[in-house]
């Protein structure tokens, strides 16, 4: 399932409110080194649930 343009355009880090790339299973902040998963096709966005980049 792929993520719309219009969530896209929207989607920023919940911690520093910074701008995400995109992989094919995760959003990535640099400016936190947070990624963030994709579930099931659903952006998990909850600072709880982001990795920590090593």
């Not at 995109?22 to 659903?42: H, M, N, S, V």
């Amino acid at each position: 399932m792929a993520i719309s343009e219009e969530l896209l355009g929207i989607l920023v880090c919940p911690k520093c409110k910074g701008e995400l790339t995109q992989a094919e299973d995760a959003f990535t902040c640099a400016a936190c080194a947070l990624r963030y998963p994709i579930k099931d096709g659903i952006p998990v966005m909850l600072i709880d649930e982001a990795e920590a980049l090593s």
